[in-house]
C-alpha cells in the first residue's frame, strides 16, 4: 500500500511525471531517453523518477498503471503511455496540444 | 531466453485471433522487435487500451523475457 500512496504522491505533486531508467541527464535506456528528449524537446517541466533506484518502485508502477514497461509518462496524473504512445502522440501533434491544453508549455 | 517472431505471433493470435501481425526483428537478435497489429478488437479502445491488450496477450513476458517490443495498433 505504502510505495502507492508514494506513487499517488508523486503524480499529484508533478504536472509531468516521468517513470524511467536513469535521469533525463542520463537515461539508462534507450525507450527512456527517447521519452526525455520528447519532453526536452517541448521545453515541458517534468520529473524524472528513476525506478532503478528502488526495487520496490520499478514493479510497483507496473501495478499501479497496469502496464508491464517502462518508462511510463503520467500528465496531470493521468497515465499517458509508454514509449510507442509518447511518440506517436508527439509526431501527430496529439502531446503538445495536451500540454497546451493543460497550460504546461 | 528470447521469443521467434512465430511465438510473439502465436501468441498474439491466441487472444487476438483477427489480428494482422507484421512484426520486425530490428536488430536480429531475437530480442529487439516491433510489432504493427490491427483488429476489430481494438475499434472504439484508446491507445492504452489496445496496447494493453497486446501485453496481455503476451502473458507476463513483456519486460521479462521480451525485452524490447515497440507496439503500434490500429482497429479494422
Known amino acids: 500500500m505504502e510505495i502507492k500512496n508514494e506513487i499517488n504522491q508523486l503524480i499529484k505533486n508533478n504536472d509531468v511525471c516521468l517513470f524511467m531508467k536513469g535521469t533525463p541527464e542520463a537515461p539508462q535506456c534507450g525507450f ?11 521545453n515541458v517541466n517534468f520529473r524524472g523518477v528513476n525506478i532503478l533506484e528502488n526495487e520496490e518502485m520499478r514493479n510497483g508502477i507496473k501495478d499501479f498503471s497496469d502496464w508491464p514497461t517502462i518508462p511510463q509518462l503520467y ?4 497515465f499517458i503511455g509508454g514509449c510507442d504512445i509518447v511518440k506517436e502522440m508527439f509526431e501527430k501533434g496529439d502531446l503538445k496540444e495536451l500540454l497546451t491544453k493543460h497550460s504546461l508549455i | ?56 496477450s503476451l502473458k507476463g513476458k513483456m519486460g521479462n523475457e521480451l525485452h524490447a517490443l515497440s507496439i503500434t495498433t490500429e482497429g479494422k
Not at chain 1, 527512456?32 to 517541448?42: F, G, R, Y
Not at chain 2, 521469443?3 to 505471433?9: D, F, N, P, R, V
Not at chain 2, 510489432?35 to 496481455?56: C, D, M, P, W
Open chain 1, 75 to 78: 500528465i496531470k496524473g493521468e
Open chain 2, 1 to 56: 531466453m528470447a521469443l521467434s517472431i512465430k511465438e510473439i505471433t502465436d501468441l498474439i493470435k491466441s487472444s487476438i485471433p483477427d489480428a494482422a501481425i507484421e512484426i520486425k526483428d530490428l536488430k536480429g537478435d531475437n530480442n529487439h522487435y516491433s510489432a504493427k497489429i490491427s483488429s476489430k478488437l481494438f475499434n472504439g479502445l484508446t491507445r492504452i487500451e489496445q496496447h494493453k491488450l497486446v501485453y496481455k
Open chain 1, 32 to 42: 527512456s531517453m527517447a521519452v526525455s528528449n520528447v519532453l526536452k524537446h517541448l
